[in-house]
């Protein structure tokens, strides 16, 4: 079952009271998920509530995520070298990695976080050994329930109020009445959609 954001948050709240602070959002260009920055890591939850993912776990420190416009991309800068180098976390896998090999400056790193587009793609080791790449795959299923306890715990604390002030919007992109719920499945399989289609019940 999947708890509505607000319980699910504030279930998590009374569980655990400790957690570390929770800054800077941004919201994808779909308006479908924030990305944001727990203890210097990097996390994402659906911009309507359920399960956060832990997308960069490091020692150093991980700030300033900002999604690309097409949403496939995800940049952010961190200490790990020392410098605040920019780092790009490839969000679809399957073909557009190659496109994230091309886009990466010398000793970019790529990290690997999910596979929507598919598991599998070819792969020009020649950019990878000539701009001497760095490619991290990492996945969020094998985290403890504490680090997602104390993650829903930061984003109730953080985030839900600028959802609730209006700092953090969802993107819509159509209302249907339910009555018209056969057409606002019609918008979503065309794949023309940006952002959120909305039923809005009597």
């Not at 800077?24 to 210097?40: I, K």
């Amino acid at each position: 079952m999947r708890w509505p954001a607000i319980a699910l948050l504030f279930l998590s709240t009374a569980l655990y009271a400790q957690s570390p602070a929770l800054s800077e959002p941004g919201v994808s260009p779909d308006g479908r998920e924030v990305a944001f920055v727990s203890g210097g890591d990097i996390w994402t939850v659906p911009i309507g509530g359920g399960e956060a993912r832990l997308l960069v776990s490091d020692p150093a420190l991980e700030v300033r995520p900002l999604y690309s416009p097409d949403g496939k991309m995800l940049a952010f800068t961190s200490t790990r070298t020392g410098n605040g180098d920019i780092y790009v976390l490839d969000l679809n896998g399957g073909p557009y990695f190659a496109a994230s090999l091309e886009a990466m400056a010398m000793r970019g790193r790529i990290i690997l976080i999910g596979g929507v587009a598919g598991g599998k793609t070819e792969v020009d080791l020649h950019q990878i050994l000539g701009k001497r790449l760095h490619v991290i795959g990492t996945v969020l299923r094998a985290r403890s329930l504490q680090e997602k306890i104390a993650l829903t715990t930061a984003f109730a604390r953080e985030v839900v109020p600028l959802l609730a002030t209006g700092t953090i919007e969802p993107v819509i992109d159509s209302v249907f009445s339910l009555d018209k719920i056969q057409d606002a499945h019609r918008r979503l399989e065309s794949n023309e959609t940006f952002g959120k289609v909305v039923l809005a019940m009597p």
